[in-house]
């Protein structure tokens, strides 16, 4: 949206428009010739329309060049992290990380746990992209939280992973002065 001079007053305005307009589009180049336009409403803010931004706002998960940044594309991240999880041999049954669940609130993006999956299995061999699934999050922008809260209430979680507000502030200003 910079390319075309358009900023935002605040990350609420983006985090909206982002919600409500965006996508990742099943097939990007297919998707640059279609009528994207669309417009919303964000309260106190005015209405915005957006047309390719909709869906080139996904797609940096997949080209991070497309925003000048030079790092892997998630489904590369992704397919890498199965295959050193297959070497490793960690449990005899290595299903274990064929189902990815996604959290955060750009995971809540339409579309981007069905193209995620289509890509990662694309780049993985037949006999380890069998069986991979990518889900959506479950409690949307909440999921990451919901599953901290999951695991935290298991009797096996260690408590000193923990650590209290007090204790996080500390480290924090801590590694900001290293």
């Given at each position: 949206?910079?390319?075309?001079?358009?900023?935002?007053?605040?990350?609420?305005?983006?985090?909206?428009?982002?919600?409500?307009?965006?996508?990742?589009?099943?097939?990007?180049?297919?998707?640059?010739?279609?009528?994207?336009?669309?417009?919303?409403?964000?309260?106190?803010?005015?209405?915005?329309?957006?047309?390719?931004?909709?869906?080139?706002?996904?797609?940096?998960?997949?080209?991070?060049?497309?925003?000048?940044?030079?790092?892997?594309?998630?489904?590369?991240?992704?397919?890498?992290?199965?295959?050193?999880?297959?070497?490793?041999?960690?449990?005899?049954?290595?299903?274990?990380?064929?189902?990815?669940?996604?959290?955060?609130?750009?995971?809540?993006?339409?579309?981007?746990?069905?193209?995620?999956?289509?890509e990662v299995c694309g780049l993985l061999p037949p006999s380890m992209s069998f069986g991979v699934r990518v889900l959506p999050p479950p409690h949307g922008v909440d999921s990451a939280w919901y599953g901290a809260k999951l695991i935290s209430n298991l009797s096996t979680?260690?408590?000193?992973?923990?650590?209290?507000?007090?204790?996080?502030?500390?480290?924090?200003?801590?590694?900001?002065?290293?």
């Amino acid at each position: 949206m910079q390319q075309k001079n358009i900023y935002f007053g605040s990350l609420y305005t983006v985090r909206t428009l982002k919600e409500n307009l965006c996508y990742v589009a099943p097939d990007y180049e297919a998707e640059q010739s279609k009528d994207t336009l669309a417009s919303f409403q964000v309260p106190s803010e005015g209405v915005f329309t957006l047309d390719q931004e909709r869906f080139r706002t996904g797609e940096i998960l997949f080209q991070p060049h497309i925003a000048g940044v030079r790092a892997m594309g998630l489904h590369h991240a992704l397919a890498l992290c199965m295959v050193h999880c297959q070497e490793a041999e960690l449990v005899a049954d290595d299903a274990w990380y064929r189902t990815v669940i996604l959290a955060g609130g750009t995971a809540c993006l339409h579309g981007l746990a069905e193209r995620l999956e289509k890509e990662v299995c694309g780049l993985l061999p037949p006999s380890m992209s069998f069986g991979v699934r990518v889900l959506p999050p479950p409690h949307g922008v909440d999921s990451a939280w919901y599953g901290a809260k999951l695991i935290s209430n298991l009797s096996t979680f260690p408590s000193s992973w923990c650590v209290t507000k007090k204790q996080f502030r500390q480290r924090s200003r801590h590694n900001l002065i290293w």
